[in-house]
């Protein structure tokens, strides 16, 4: 007899809506949809399956919310719970938390970032056990990045955005960067249509011998030597496409990402974490492809313990 909460968590991604529904990652199913450019028929579709669900596993207790973004997290807002200005069309101020909530009345749901759900996920089931003050970053489609500090994951005035943080250029790099906004942003210089952009190749198909490779980990480095002086988290979560370091591998991916975090401090931070403990500190996400639909189930089971 498992007398856990049954739950349901949605991260909505900008190319697919991933559902789940079950206890935790070990007792969920599951169902994904493309996210597509009509967010009423998706988000109905979703909403369906959670009925469905409920017809054959018994009632949900909470419903967790993942989002891509910007996303508007502020409950006394008009629009709390609204993707505001996402270039994807069709989902630009799209209702997703009132859609949810208007299908299931009774039910409380929770409303987080996509990143932040994935950082929850990572804390209660992954790499972020018992930890309180980490980062959780994903490296894919865009850069973003979920925090959590002294144990409540960090909102601020909007949310944050690291992956629009302005690194340093490497010398002599004369890639222009891709970000709409800003050209050459950490996003701009190093996520995956970054890379394809600078190559010409997919990320997964440029070559271990490709300097693209010496770009993309000394730019990570460089953004997270920043957010280790900023936030001075006890642990960096990577997670992501990129990471998984395509034909270079994801041991080398993160074999060069931390050597080169240790020459950009270069001795300043003095903690074993960022020593011997180096390979313990900058780490891939246990829950993998998991951990942003497992933080959405999180989100719900922490609504139910309110
Ligand atoms: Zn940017």
């Known amino acids: 007899m498992n007398d856990r909460p049954l739950v349901g968590g949605i991260e909505a991604g900008g190319t697919k809506i991933v559902c789940a529904a079950g206890t935790g990652p070990g007792d969920l199913s599951r169902a994904v949809f493309p996210s597509g450019s009509d967010p009423d028929a998706v988000l109905s579709a979703v909403t369906d399956w959670f009925r469905e669900e409920e017809t ?5 207790h909470a419903i967790g919310i993942g989002s891509f973004g910007p996303v508007d997290l502020d409950p006394a807002s008009p629009t709390y719970g609204f993707i505001t200005s996402t270039p994807k069309t069709g989902w630009r101020n799209t209702d997703i938390l009132g859609t949810v909530r208007r299908a299931f009345p009774a039910l409380p749901v929770a409303f987080d970032t996509d990143v932040n759900a994935a950082a929850l996920g990572e804390q209660r089931w992954g790499a972020a056990a018992g930890l309180d003050d980490f980062v ?21 005035l909007v949310h944050p955005e690291m ?45 271990p ?51 080169e ?5 270069d001795g300043y931070i003095v903690s074993p974490a960022l020593e011997e403990g180096l390979d313990g500190y900058i780490v891939p996400p246990s829950l993998g492809a998991d951990a942003g639909v497992c933080g959405a189930l999180a989100l719900a089971l922490d609504e139910v313990e309110k």
């Not at 054959?56 to 949900?60: K, M, Q, S, V």
């Open 261 to 265: 975090v240790r020459d950009v401090l």
């Open 209 to 259: 011998d490709s300097s693209a490779w010496r770009f993309e980990t000394r730019y990570v480095a460089l953004a997270l030597a920043n957010i280790v002086c900023a936030l001075s988290p006890r642990r960096i979560i990577l997670g992501g496409s990129v990471p998984n370091g395509g034909l270079l591998g994801i041991e080398r991916f993160f074999g060069m990402v931390r050597a």
């Open 136 to 156: 959780y970053i994903t490296i894919g489609t865009g850069i973003g990045a979920g925090v959590m500090a002294g144990g409540r994951l960090v909102h601020g």
């Open 163 to 207: 992956g629009h943080i302005r690194i340093p250029r490497i010398p002599g790099d004369a890639f222009e960067g891709v970000c709409p906004f800003h050209g050459d942003c950490w996003e701009g210089l190093c996520s995956g249509p970054a890379m394809k952009a600078r190559t010409g190749t997919p990320a997964e198909e440029i070559s």
């Open 56 to 60: 054959r596993r018994g009632p949900l």
